[in-house]
């Protein structure tokens, strides 16, 4: 009477051993892809606390972790397959034939892939990020990079630069406001203060849509823009930069153009 065929201990507890490993690299892959689909949104913000006008996209580390997570899902399947039919085939006392594991290479050579891909994507960021430094290099540490004020140096006076303004504003039809001279109402005091004005204006038709979207907005709203002379005798021209204003608020990237022209009326005004 023929006898049943048992897998030895040994070798079961190997296959044992050998699955519980594939198991950890799926948990290390599916790990490690969360990091780095992380990444992107953690560099973004760091970014904008450094240069709050820049304005680049980190989308592609959300698709280097989403397809690491999803090899690690690949591996738990195959290894658990594999498995299966291994403990079969040493419980009807056969060998499984002795090869190289595809399984390993094939994730090797993705993870090589993958990392050079990651590397060719930071460097692309350094690179895109370069000028951006350089940009702001004339902008002194006075402009914080938290607070999203933005501050250009102007090649005019304080009253030039304002003229200059208004009469941009007037030329493209936008509304101001108010013209407040902080200076010249320190002076009516008996105080000294540097020349100082700040101009408000807007365009209801470009501002109320914001408002309606995100009503605190309404702070931030009408625009505004100082021009000031520091104690070197420099003028500068100052603003709250678009992009802080929208992620303060929350707004949608598409009502953004509708508050970002502060940034070209002063580029405009300091030239």
Same mark, same amino acid.
């Given at each position: 009477?023929?006898?049943?065929?048992?897998?030895?201990?040994?070798?079961?507890?190997?296959?044992?051993?050998?699955?519980?490993?594939?198991?950890?690299?799926?948990?290390?892959?599916?790990?490690?892809?969360?990091?780095?689909?992380?990444?992107?949104?953690?560099?973004?913000?760091?970014?904008?606390?450094?240069?709050?006008?820049?304005?680049?996209?980190?989308?592609?580390?959300?698709?280097?972790?989403?397809?690491?997570?999803?090899?690690?899902?690949?591996?738990?399947?195959?290894?658990?397959?594999?498995?299966?039919?291994?403990?079969?085939?040493?419980?009807?006392?056969?060998?499984?034939?002795?090869?190289?594991?595809?399984?390993?290479?094939?994730?090797?050579?993705?993870?090589?892939?993958?990392?050079?891909?990651?590397?060719?994507?930071?460097?692309?960021?350094?690179?895109?990020?370069?000028?951006?430094?350089?940009?702001?290099?004339?902008?002194?540490?006075?402009?914080?990079?938290?607070?999203?004020?933005?501050?250009?140096?102007?090649?005019?006076?304080?009253?030039? #630069?304002?003229?200059?303004?208004?009469?941009?504003?007037?030329?493209?039809?936008?509304?101001?406001?108010?013209?407040?001279?902080?200076?010249?109402?320190?002076?009516?005091?008996?105080?000294?203060?540097?020349? #100082?004005?700040?101009?408000?204006?807007?365009?209801?038709?470009?501002? #109320?849509?914001?408002?309606?979207?995100?009503?605190?907005?309404?702070?931030?709203?009408?625009?505004?823009?100082?021009?000031?002379?520091?104690?070197?005798?420099?003028?500068?021209?100052?603003?709250?930069?678009?992009?802080?204003?929208?992620?303060?608020?929350?707004?949608?990237?598409?009502?953004?153009?509708?508050?970002?022209?502060?940034?070209?009326?002063?580029?405009?005004?300091?030239?």
């Amino acid at each position: 009477m023929p006898t049943a065929q048992t897998a030895d201990l040994r070798d079961t507890l190997a296959a044992e051993r050998t699955f519980l490993a594939w198991i950890r690299t799926g948990l290390a892959l599916t790990g490690f892809g969360f990091v780095v689909a992380r990444f992107g949104p953690y560099l973004r913000e760091f970014q904008f606390e450094a240069h709050p006008d820049s304005n680049l996209s980190h989308g592609m580390s959300l698709l280097f972790g989403t397809a690491l997570i999803g090899v690690g899902v690949v591996v738990y399947v195959l290894s658990a397959w594999h498995h299966f039919r291994l403990v079969r085939e040493l419980e009807r006392g056969g060998m499984p034939p002795s090869r190289p594991s595809i399984q390993a290479i094939a994730i090797a050579l993705f993870l090589a892939l993958v990392g050079i891909g990651m590397a060719i994507y930071l460097n692309s960021l350094r690179r895109s990020a370069s000028p951006k430094v350089s940009t702001h290099e004339e902008v002194p540490m006075a402009s914080t990079a938290s607070n999203g004020i933005i501050r250009k140096p102007s090649n005019h006076s304080v009253e030039q #630069t304002v003229d200059k303004l208004e009469s941009i504003l007037k030329s493209k039809e936008v509304t101001l406001f108010a013209l407040v001279d902080h200076s010249g109402e320190a002076e009516k005091v008996g105080l000294q203060m540097p020349p #100082t004005k700040l101009l408000i204006f807007g365009n209801p038709k470009a501002g #109320t849509p914001v408002m309606l979207t995100a009503p605190t907005s309404a702070i931030d709203l009408p625009l505004k823009i100082l021009v000031s002379e520091d104690s070197q005798g420099k003028v500068w021209v100052s603003y709250n930069s678009a992009e802080y204003i929208g992620q303060r608020h929350g707004l949608p990237r598409e009502l953004l153009a509708n508050i970002a022209v502060v940034e070209t009326l002063a580029a405009k005004a300091a030239e």
